[in-house]
């Protein structure tokens, strides 16, 4: 629930509100929900029968070395280079949003430069050996829900139902293209802001018990982190007028939390949570590029990734090339999306968002899909300790709402074209695949080795040491 949440809800509040044109925006809460929980099931089959260090990478390792070798897994990591950063820049974005608050005289210029700041500053402090992860992460959610706790009781304390839950005329019509429109954009917002109910399947190989552990971590941080982003939004929209947060220059779209604060305890108590809010904001690109930097790190000691992003500082032993990879990226999102989002309807936030879902959606939402089914033909002797609910119906319908938010990426960002950039970045990919692996000589210009891993593993072996 600490990586799902983060500085997410704080800074988009206001773009799901401008997807639907209203307080109609619970909507894509519940949407976003929606998908999640039925893409979760998909990684809780997954992550309980497979239960490795690495998540994607495995399942598509597994899955697919029959008939394309490590072309899956080589690109799961290739794309993760993209929307990791990607999604920490988004962080970034929201980090100098809500600074703007505090520094109303901010220019773009001096936002750009202290957005470029921050990263240098988590690179330099990553820099090192960092034992203290699970105490930093904890910080890190205590620092988010107080800061959710603030504003969710300031916004019940001042509560105008009129405001809230008056909605347009016509806020749906579901015979009307724009309906469908919003509701594509402010899915898209939503499974951005559920991600992370997957953390728990990255550290499959420490979880004990993953069958019942599994399936309980999805599905319960889901449901936790949609009640307080219902509360949330609910709540900001009986305090502050909708029509405020489609106001570029306004307070409630650039910072909604510091403006809901301001208006029912003052302005002391909006800086104080403004400041938590930031520390949520570094805390959590900080904890993004640990654990990030170490992603093609693991698959290049596994030997499906370039040999380079396997080596380790000689002192500090943190992966070099995975931490300055994902740095730079981080920085190239940040600048490009502030000078390519300029509008209300297509802010920085906006254009990251589309940019990182669709990069997933290829690679890794619709590929884990297609791994469940491929799984159960190849190795159905495999321990499944849980299987999905109603199959094949959760990933059927995950994969609906995987292609209606990659369809519609283009129409939420016009001049953009993720689609193009995702499809471009695929290519690139494969390309250096086919590169990588002439030299290594495997697949296809070597021997096809194929490793049934966990079809052959005793339980002892899926224990943590």
Known sequence: MSQMCGIGPFVTIPLMVAAF????????????????????????????????????????????????GK???????????????????????????????????????????????????????????????????????????TSVGAVILASYTHFDASRAFTWPAHAIELTHGQFWLGFAAG????????LGYNTAAYLGAEVKNPGR????????????????????????????NWQDMLDPNSVASQSVASAVLEKTWGKSAADVVTVLILITA??????????????????????VFFRAYGKLHPK??????????????????FYLSRHVGTSVSHPPLTILIDLLTTVMVI???????????????????????????????????????????YGYADRNSPGFHPIEWSLAWVAVGSAAFFLWARVERIWPFGPHDIREEYLTATPAEHQPV
């Open 282 to 303: 570094f805390a959590s690109v900080f904890t993004g590029l640990l654990g990030g930097s170490r992603v093609p790190y693991d698959a290049a000691r596994d030997g």
């Open 363 to 405: 690679v890794q939402a619709l590929a884990q899909i297609v791994a469940v089914s491929v799984l159960r033909r190849r190795q159905p002797q495999l321990s499944r300790p849980y299987k999905m609910w109603l199959y094949p119906a959760p990933g059927v319908l995950a994969a609906i709402g995987w292609l209606v938010i």
């Open 213 to 240: 552990v599994m399936p309980r971590a999805v599905i319960y941080s889901i449901v936790g982190i949609m009640g307080i982003y219902l509360l949330l939004q609910v709540g900001v929209l009986g305090v502050v």
């Open 71 to 145: 072309l899956m897994p080589f690109l799961f990591v290739w794309t993760a280079m993209l929307f990791i950063p990607l999604i920490m820049s988004t962080g970034v974005v929201g980090f100098v949003q809500y600074l703007g608050y505090l520094w109303p005289g901010m220019s773009k210029g001096q936002g750009d430069l202290v957005g470029l700041a921050f990263i240098v500053l988590v690179v330099v402090l990553l820099w090192r050996k960092v034992d203290s992860i699970a105490k930093i992460t904890t910080v890190m959610w205590g620092v988010m829900i």
């Open 21 to 68: 044109g209203g307080p109609q925006a619970v909507i894509g809460w519940i949407a976003g929900a929606v998908l999640a929980l039925v893409d979760g099931l998909v990684w809780a089959e997954l992550g309980a029968s497979l239960p490795g260090s690495g998540g994607s990478y495995v399942y598509l390792r597994e899955a697919f070395q029959y008939r394309s």
């Open 187 to 194: 899915l898209t917002i939503g499974i951005y802001d559920y």
């Open 316 to 333: 500090h032993q943190f992966p070099v090339l995975g931490l300055v990879t994902m740095g730079v990226v981080t920085a190239a999102g």
